[in-house]
């Protein structure tokens, strides 16, 4: 039940804040530029700018793609969403859709993407430091199967979420653009998804470097691995060809001897760490 209330909530909280944001606008200038209300009502212009850094979060900053993390609780927009939400408690009696929009959808919904949305919950425990990897099967792009023991080390493996995923392509760009790096050291690459085998084709084609796109068909290796995410697709993107069942970012890093010398199953889809520390695990194994 926990994992459709999520898939339904990113959307529909994303929808409300635009939506707001927009009756906000109108009703600050209808009040303010024309004169129509007696003057600027300031729980309207909080609802506005509350609302509008919701969207805009989404929209701008995560939406475009160009970063792979944030801090875990945007502290900068949500210093605006409390002060906004505050501001039109304040005046509720005399506006009191403003302050629904201002403290129901901005505030109380950025509060629960924060700390309910935003969250895991993940078990871990399945793979350990030190330890080979567990068997499990991957389809490369190309329709070749490949078993987990056949994957040598030096190695870095990600699992991502799929194409719809603001944040994981931009984390797979970030790796691309060390590909030299790694190549030189003799580092393998993994992209690992359970999006289907067209979908990671043409993830694929976006990037130059040789790197290996893998299918986890079934998300069956997710399973093995204990990071498999239930439900973890929003709502409504079925229909553009994903399932429902996705994984849980995870970055793997094998040393010389395919053992894990690296693990990072973060709890927050928001929260990956930066490219500069895969360089400096491999560093550290000697590889330069």
């Known amino acids: 039940m926990v994992h459709w209330l999520k898939a339904i909530f990113i959307n ?38 509350a609302n509008t850094t919701i969207a805009s979060v989404f929209i701008v900053y995560i939406g475009k793609g160009n970063i792979a993390r944030t801090s875990a609780n945007l502290p900068l927009a949500s210093l605006i969403v409390v002060i906004c939400a505050a501001v039109s408690l304040y005046h509720w009696p005399s506006t009191p859709l403003a302050t629904f929009y201002a403290s129901g959808i901005a505030g109380v919904g950025l509060f629960l993407y924060l700390f ?5 919950n993940r078990k871990t425990g399945v793979m350990q430091i030190g330890e080979q990897l567990p068997e499990f099967s991957l389809q490369l792009t190309d329709g070749v199967n490949l078993q987990s023991k056949a ?6 493996i990600i699992f991502y979420r799929g194409n719809w995923c603001p944040l994981c392509v931009a984390q797979i760009n970030e790796v691309v ?8 050291m ?16 043409q993830l694929a084609k976006r990037f130059s470097a040789p790197i290996n796109f893998c ?19 929003p709502l409504g993107m079925e229909f553009m060809g994903y399932e429902p069942d ?14 894990v010398a690296y693990l990072d199953e973060t709890d927050n889809y928001r929260v ?10 491999f560093k550290s194994m000697g590889l330069v």
Request: hydrophobic fraction near 45%; glycine fraction near 6%.
């Open 116 to 120: 309910w949305y935003s969250k895991f």
């Open 186 to 201: 003799g580092v393998d690459v993994y992209f690992v998804s359970p999006q289907s085998q067209s979908q990671s084709e």
């Open 177 to 184: 653009e060390q590909y030299h790096h790694l190549k030189e």
């Open 272 to 281: 990956r760490p930066e490219p500069e520390i895969y360089l400096d695990v």
């Open 151 to 156: 994957i040598a080390g030096p190695s870095l």
């Open 12 to 49: 529909v909280f994303l929808l409300a804040s635009v939506v707001a944001a927009i009756h906000s606008w109108v009703r600050v200038v209808l009040e303010l530029v024309l004169e129509t209300g007696g003057g600027l009502d300031v729980s309207w212009l909080a609802a506005a700018i």
């Open 215 to 233: 299918v986890d068909a079934g998300n069956a290796a997710a399973q093995v691995l204990g990071i498999e995410h239930q439900r973890g697709l």
């Open 246 to 259: 996705t994984v849980m970012p995870t970055v793997i890093i094998l040393d010389q001897n395919a053992r």
